[in-house]
């Protein structure tokens, strides 16, 4: 090891200490109108950001512009014969707050088709790129290559921008990104996994249709993509997706080299990469059953084998929501529909039957349902789209729809740039003694 960095491990083992003695004795300390332990724990629930396009209440879930994700599903505008909403009449809904008539969801329809070309570079960037480069690099790499595109970027060169007008830049380039994010996926989709063989987009299609036509899937996957991609679009601002595309435009960064951080956010593990941890976990859990969907008691016996081991139920539980993840329910409803006898379906819905009950007698868990990524890779694997690395993109397209609309309003109602105050941890030390003296005062 090098003199650095063996000075360096010293020092952060020294410093670990001194963290873990100011969260375990002095967490509730107050910072101002924080406390040391939402400081140094991620500020988890500080209410600190607005958002009017999405809003997770703990007990009903995401809603989104007010409405629950049925009531969503129930009152916008379908595509003739289908079941789920257009996705361009599902993001007039998030900018406006207002439900899309049929002919209104329709033009917009109309306006993204024109806007939908991919500049020929932005495939040359990609075709740059090693084979074996992760989906979610080539995807982020060809949004911020279309960062050239941006009119809100070239308003602010050219001094036609003013905070007034800002809004209408940045939904210019929203609508524009929108509109191409399903090509860009569906190539980079094709070139890696499929023998570079493209299938060129069907403009007759709406954004869900041709995203599946380009695949290769057939219907009724276009419904999947519409329903996926609604479900995925926004889930408030605090989560790291959503707030780093935010902070980034808060900078008065176009929507390219915002929604680019934001997907590079979404890529963690720790975020996006939960649907195909879910899904790699229930085929292992499968296999280790003889590869055959087990009786209720096997499967009992199998989840509190896996907890006492010290491992968790991957799918289940969820920072804020104290109920099943109506996203999960959504996702539910549409297999009962399609593929009730598949047998990782069928494993899904005989895991939400037994796990909550034992989780609650476990006793670790503050929410023990399933949320969105307990099913959502069951979904792609059964329409055969079983390359894992390619499922945080499908959720990036989604993502885009609702953080790009966050950040159009940003504008529109001139919010700062971000800049939260932070502190040393020899402030938060001294923090820690004077309350320790104020008790002694006290006592």
Not at 255 to 263: E, F, N, V
């Amino acid at each position: 090891m090098s003199t650095l960095k063996n000075v360096l491990a010293t020092k952060i083992d020294e410093h670990r200490k001194r963290t873990t003695k100011l969260l375990v004795e002095h967490g509730d300390v107050k910072i101002g109108e924080v406390t040391i332990a939402q400081a140094i724990g991620g500020m988890r629930g500080v209410k600190g950001l607005v958002t009017d396009i999405s809003y997770l209440d703990p007990l009903e879930g995401i809603r989104f512009r007010g409405l629950t994700i049925q009531e969503v599903m129930d009152a916008l505008p379908k595509p003739p014969g289908k079941d789920y909403p257009y996705v361009e009449g599902f993001f007039h809904f998030l900018l406006t707050g207002e439900v899309p008539t049929q002919e209104q969801a329709e033009e917009i329809v109309e306006d993204m088709k024109k806007r939908s070309e991919v500049p020929q570079y932005v495939f040359d960037v990609l075709r740059a790129m090693p084979r074996d480069t992760h989906p979610m690099t080539m995807f982020s790499q060809a949004i911020l290559a279309m960062q050239r595109e941006s009119e809100f970027a070239k308003a602010y060169s050219e001094g036609r921008f003013n905070k007034y007008n800002s809004w209408e830049f940045m939904y210019e380039d929203a609508l524009n990104l929108m509109a191409k994010l399903p090509i860009v996926g569906a190539y980079i989709y094709r070139m890696v996994y499929k023998d570079d063989n493209h299938i060129a987009p069907d403009l007759s299609l709406d954004l869900g249709g041709n995203f599946a036509h380009m695949m290769g899937i057939p219907a009724p996957y276009d419904e999947v993509a519409r329903m996926y991609f609604i479900l995925h679009s926004d889930h408030e601002s605090g989560n790291v997706s959503a707030h780093t595309t935010h902070l980034v435009a808060s900078a008065l960064s176009d929507a390219y080299y915002s929604l680019s951080a934001g997907i590079n956010g979404l890529a963690g593990p720790l975020h996006g990469l939960a649907n195909q941890e879910v899904l790699a976990w229930i085929q292992n859990f499968m296999e280790k059953l003889g590869g055959e969907v087990p009786t209720e008691e096997q499967l009992k016996k199998a989840v509190w084998d896996t907890l006492n081991s010290g491992q968790v139920i991957p799918g289940y539980g969820h920072a804020v929501l104290r109920k099943t993840d109506p996203r999960y329910t959504s996702q539910r409803e549409y297999c009962l529909k399609h593929l009730p006898d598949y047998p990782l379906f069928e494993l899904v819905s005989k895991l939400y039957d037994v796990v909550p009950d034992i989780l609650r007698e476990h006793g670790k868990a503050k929410n023990p349902w399933p949320n969105v990524d307990a099913q959502s890779g069951v979904i792609q694997w059964y329409y055969g789209l079983k390359e894992y690395d390619f499922y945080t993109v499908l959720f990036g397209i989604g993502r885009a729809l609702g953080v790009l609309a966050n950040i159009t309003w940003d504008r529109a109602l001139g919010y700062p740039i971000e800049r939260p105050k932070s502190v040393t941890t020899d402030m938060l030390e001294e923090y820690a003694r004077k309350s320790e003296e104020s008790k002694g005062e006290t006592a």
